[in-house]
């Protein structure tokens, strides 16, 4: 008879903080009740109590000395530790657990390290999500397209008369603001558009701006999020090259973008630059007088915080304070919003993971967008406006689905109809 080893988990790269936060869950279940993947999976392994006890006992059970003695010692069999593996990706990184636990342990920080281990020692994560990470490495983004063609908006923006103007590609100390567009909004078609309205915004603001066109580079955040190692190496030599630029500002129309290069990124070193995500940028341009949102959009509208903008980052009233602005607009809130606002499900590799979790997720998010009457959803993250447009698809809904910079864009009166 073959016996099957349990695999051992490498993880010395838990910092004492983080092997004291396993013991520091009281299990509670708080978590639980708050998990989006629990409330459409139902079951306790996908549950961050769940996985810090199996994590716990996996440890333990490696573990050679004085707790390593067989009184104390668990026994792990392969199946446990299969699905313990299989679950860990099973959870989009929205950081909900992180906010509602009693004890405030850093449950997303946890997640990435072990799949950071996961991936060392080839035990995860499954293959369609190692393959993407192979993609994005090789290409420079998710999408498998040239360099050449992050800048195809461009052309078609100027052809239909969309985009205002040609921005400049940005050369050393060319702008002191650079406009970081990100993968999804620079290469998907059905997205794109929103690299012409956040382009069109910093014109009319008069904002001294440029792109890097060809050179922008994939943030790297999925790496990150997924555990790829090199992401370390190519978010240092993407912060290098953006602290050439001579650029005091970053801007970027991404939630994903966004965290990983305020976040993240400062983790790796010194940024000689500040990092906004647009909807912030606009709130503070309308807050100075640059921008004024005149042209009435009559309805009601709720509004989906990104996790890695809101949760992640603190961000709840800036984007909320522009559309308050917009006249005639009525911003009605679901009954998840801001730190409690339920993930759409595409951050943190799930898309990649578990697809009809995924989608599952995004439909859960549009039925709670419907059930407050509102005509129109709006968010400012091109990677959630994707997903939530495949729930909205997925669901037959009736509601209008806004990018939040295609809003802005209506209500200053820039030619839309893209
Ligand atoms: S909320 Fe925190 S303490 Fe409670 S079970 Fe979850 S991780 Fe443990
Ligand atoms: S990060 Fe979000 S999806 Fe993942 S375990 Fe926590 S609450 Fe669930």
């Known amino acids: 008879m073959v016996t099957v080893q349990t695999p051992k988990l490498p993880l010395d790269q838990l910092s004492p903080r983080q092997l004291m936060s396993l013991d520091a869950c009281t299990r509670c279940g708080e978590c639980q009740k708050w998990c989006p993947v629990y409330t459409l ?21 490696q573990y050679s000395g004085f707790l390593g003695l067989k009184l ?50 080839r035990l995860g994560p499954a293959p369609d999500s190692r393959t993407y990470c192979e993609t994005l490495k090789q290409y420079g983004n998710p999408y498998k397209k040239e360099q050449s063609a992050r800048t195809d908006w461009i052309e078609k923006g100027l052809a239909k008369g969309t985009l205002l103007a040609r921005p400049e590609f940005i050369q050393v100390n060319l702008a002191p603001v650079l406009l970081f567009l990100g993968c999804t909004a620079s290469f998907d078609e059905k997205i794109n558009l929103v690299s012409q309205h956040a382009a069109n915004i910093l ?6 701006f440029g792109i890097l066109g060809p050179d922008e580079f994939c943030c790297y955040g999925k790496l990150r999020r997924i555990g790829d190692p090199e992401f370390q190496s190519l978010a240092r030599a993407n912060l290098e090259k953006l602290n050439t630029l001579g650029i005091n500002t970053l801007v970027t129309a991404c939630a994903g973008c966004y965290k990983t290069i305020k ?5 790796i070193g010194r940024q000689n630059f500040k990092v906004y995500h647009l909807a912030e940028y606009i709130d503070i341009l309308l807050a100075e007088g640059k921008i004024s949102l005149n042209v009435p ?13 809101g949760r992640h980052n603190g961000i709840y009233e800036a984007p909320r304070r522009v559309l308050r602005a917009i006249p005639q607009l009525e911003l009605v809130e679901m009954e998840r919003n801001r730190q409690y606002s339920r993930c759409c499900g595409v951050g943190g590799g799930l898309k990649m993971a578990n697809h009809d979790l995924q989608e599952a997720a995004s439909v859960y998010r549009i039925r709670e967008a419907e059930a407050t009457g509102a005509g129109y959803l709006t968010t400012p993250c091109p990677t959630c406006y994707s997903g939530l447009a495949g729930g909205a698809e997925k669901n037959g809904s009736p509601i209008k689905l806004y990018h939040f910079a295609e809003l802005v864009s209506k209500a200053m009166g820039i030619k839309s109809d893209l």
């Open 41 to 61: 999976e139902n079951k306790e392994d996908v549950t961050p109590r769940a996985k810090m006890k199996y994590l716990k006992d996996i440890l333990r059970s």
């Open 72 to 121: 104390f010692k668990p026994e792990i069999n392969p199946d446990i530790f299969d699905n313990f593996s299989r679950r860990l990706y099973d959870c989009s990184c929205c950081n909900q657990c992180h906010f509602v636990c009693p004890v405030r342990i850093d449950t997303v920080e946890l997640w990435e390290n072990i799949r950071e281990a996961m991936f060392v020692s």
């Open 203 to 208: 014109s009319y603001a008069g904002i001294p």
């Open 263 to 267: 976040q993240d990124y400062s983790k």
């Open 297 to 309: 959009i009559p309805g009601k509208i709720t509004y989906h915080d990104p996790c890695l903008l």
